[in-house]
Structure formats: C-alpha cells, structure tokens
C-alpha cells in the first residue's frame, strides 16, 4: 500500500523546476569585468556613487519591477490542459485570450472552461455565465471585461479530436497583485559570495521554459531602468552644459570686443611685444577671477533652479564642485525625484507614499 501510494504521489503531483542565472555588475572597488563601460556600468560616473552588488540585489527584489514582468508576459492569464486526474499548465494553447480590459481593474480570480470544435466556434463557461462565441469576436465576461479569444500562431497543429479532450482548455485570469505577490515568493536573489560582484537569481516553477522567460524577463526590466536612470541625470545634465555654454560664448564675445577696443585707443604699435609681459602677470590672476566668477554662476543658477518649486528634474551632479555636504544633497535629492517617478507609474499623486516623497523632497529643497 506505502509503494503504491508512492507511485500515485509522484504521478500525479506536479513537479517543480528550479531556473537560475547568474547577473554580473560592475563594481569600482572590486574591478572592472568583460560589461566594462555596458549597461551595467554605476551610476557612479554621474552621480558620484560607487556601485553596491548589495543594492542591485533589493532592486531586483522590489514588488514593482516583478510587477512590470507579469504585465510584459501577460503572467496574470494561464492555460491548463485536462488530463485524466489533473490539469497541466501549458505554454503552447491553440488558443489565446487578449483581455482588452486594463489589468489592474481586475479585482477577482476568474476561471472559466474553453471548448472548441473547430477555429471558429468556441464555447465559454465559468461561474454564472456561458457563451458560444466566434474566434477573435469582442465579448464581455463577468467579473473581467472585454476579451477575445484569439488563435495561437505558435500552435501549429489543433490536434482536436471529437471525442477526446484535446478540445478543452481551462483558462485563469488571476489579478495582477496576487500574481506579482506569487511570483515573488518564487523568486530569489541573493549574493553568495561577498567577494565577487555577481548575483544569483532562482525561481521556482512547474514549467521550465516559463520559469526561464520570467527569470529573462525580470533582468531585461532590470536593464532597462538602469538605463532610464541613466538617460534621466545625462539629460539634465547636458541641459545644464548647453546652458552654461550660450552664456560663456557671450561672455567671452564681449571680453574679445573689450579688448580690441582697449588696443585702438591706446595706440599700442607692437601688439605682440607688449602685451606678452601683461598677459604673462595677469594669466593666473584672470584664470582664478574666472573659476570663482564660474563657480558664483552657476550656485546662482542652482538656486533659481531650486526656487521654481515645479521644476521636478533632477539636479546636474556636474555643479556640486568639491563641496562633499552639497554633492551629498544633491544625490539625496536626484534618488527621492527617480523614486517618485517610479511610484507614479503604478501610484497616483494622492497616494500617501507618494505624498510622502512629495514632503520630504520639498523639505530637501
């Protein structure tokens, strides 16, 4: 009886498949790597940072960014086929379901049967509800919104029989967060050796090739913040180099007309000779007039940057000069401005995280 218990306990249960990787970042105090000057380069050269692996593994862990992977593979939907005791989830269904409802209004777990004779006629049950619907016909379901059934290009061949089950499938709309939270539990990401900069991930899933493309997936939308960030502080940063320079090509404009001018009205007959021994003297005295004259605009142009309290970029790290308690500050305040962008993407402007990062960035300001 305990063999044959055995046997039906590991025919039945469904296994589950463990997908790792492994993710290299650059950091400064460990050496440079092969990704040397790539993507995965630290905000450090703008910002002033040097990399934390520490960092990048609570990056990778946060709720949102798994988020946005169950948003790209449309993880909230999944197809089972019927077997004769149990369902098996399945990655190849003939076919699709597009739900054309925003996701995140999804509120309940919906499950619902899909029995298909041909690739036209379809028949939908689930609780409270059933439809015989056309292939790629706008229908509303209860409890979900408007969707259409659509057929899978990947599926090459239906295989449906008359009599058999092949023309089953069973499809679940689970909500966004209890997928997210689901996946996360998943999910792990950790360093396993302190002196090297890579990460381990692993995530566990009955479905392998699943497993991989959420694991491919999370670090995809992991890169490409990385470069949004990046892109963000290079923006204003070259916003503010182009700025300073329109007003130092004027600035030097004038002092070359100035001093044409002083040359005429002096008569001086051989320019070059004796104007080398004034330029001499005066060459470190005009160098150090003109580092603090530089270093006084642009503090001016921080503070009237600052005083237009709509003015939600973030600060260029390129006027923070040598002052460690400003540049400090100012990378304080540029992380509170990209944190507040990311929560608006999923948060709206009254939701108290939000204002919370609203006070204390006003309060930085």
């Given at each position: 009886l305990m063999v044959f218990a055995g046997w039906l306990y590991l025919r039945y249960t469904t296994p589950v498949y463990k997908t790792s990787a492994k993710l290299l970042v650059v950091d400064e105090k460990k050496g440079g790597s092969a990704f040397a000057g790539g993507v995965f380069?630290?905000?450090?050269?703008?910002?002033?940072?040097?990399?934390?692996?520490?960092?990048?593994?609570?990056?990778?862990?946060?709720?949102?960014?798994?988020?946005?992977?169950?948003?790209?593979?449309?993880?909230?939907?999944?197809?089972?086929?019927?077997?004769?005791?149990?369902?098996?989830?399945?990655?190849?269904?003939?076919?699709?379901?597009?739900?054309?409802t925003p996701i995140d209004s999804i509120q309940h777990t919906v499950e619902m049967t899909l029995r298909f004779d041909n690739e036209q006629e379809l028949s939908v049950r689930g609780e409270g509800f059933e439809l015989n619907v056309q292939a790629d016909e706008l229908v509303s379901i209860p409890k979900l919104g408007y969707v259409r059934f659509v057929k899978n290009g990947e599926y090459d061949k239906l295989g449906i029989?008359?009599?058999g089950k092949s023309n089953t499938l069973i499809i679940e709309v689970r909500p966004t967060a209890s997928q997210t939270a689901s996946f996360m539990n998943n999910l792990s990401v950790g360093v396993t050796n302190k002196q090297t900069s890579t990460i381990d991930l692993s995530f566990d899933y009955p479905l392998p090739r699943k497993g991989e493309q959420i694991l491919r997936t999370l670090i995809d939308r992991y890169i490409a913040r990385t470069l949004e960030d990046k892109n963000t502080i290079a923006d204003s940063t070259l916003a503010f180099i182009d700025n300073r320079l329109h007003f130092v090509g004027q600035e030097l404009g004038m002092a070359e007309?100035?001093?044409?001018?002083?040359?005429?009205?002096?008569?001086?007959?051989?320019?070059?000779?004796?104007?080398?021994?004034?330029?001499?003297?005066?060459?470190?005295?005009?160098?150090?007039?003109?580092?603090?004259?530089?270093?006084?605009?642009?503090?001016d142009e921080v503070a009237r940057y600052l005083a237009d309290t709509r003015n939600l970029r973030v600060v260029p790290t390129t006027i923070s000069g040598s002052d460690p308690t400003f540049s400090a500050l100012v990378q304080n305040y540029n992380k509170l401005l990209l944190d507040r962008e990311r929560q608006l993407m999923t948060q709206t402007e009254d939701h108290p995280f939000v204002k919370n990062l609203d006070q204390q960035i006003a309060s930085l300001r």
């Open positions: 380069d630290d905000l450090g050269g703008m910002m002033g940072l040097k990399s934390s692996v520490d960092n990048e593994v609570e990056i990778l862990k946060t709720y949102d960014l798994m988020r946005e992977v169950v948003g790209v593979l449309d993880a909230h939907i999944t197809y089972k086929s019927k077997g004769r005791i149990k369902e098996n989830e399945t990655l190849d269904p003939p076919f699709l379901m597009q739900v054309i029989l008359p009599d007309e100035r001093i044409q001018t002083f040359k005429q009205e002096s008569q001086l007959a051989d320019i070059s000779a004796q104007s080398q021994i004034l330029i001499e003297n005066a060459s470190q005295y005009a160098k150090d007039l003109a580092a603090v004259e530089s270093q006084l605009l642009m503090i």
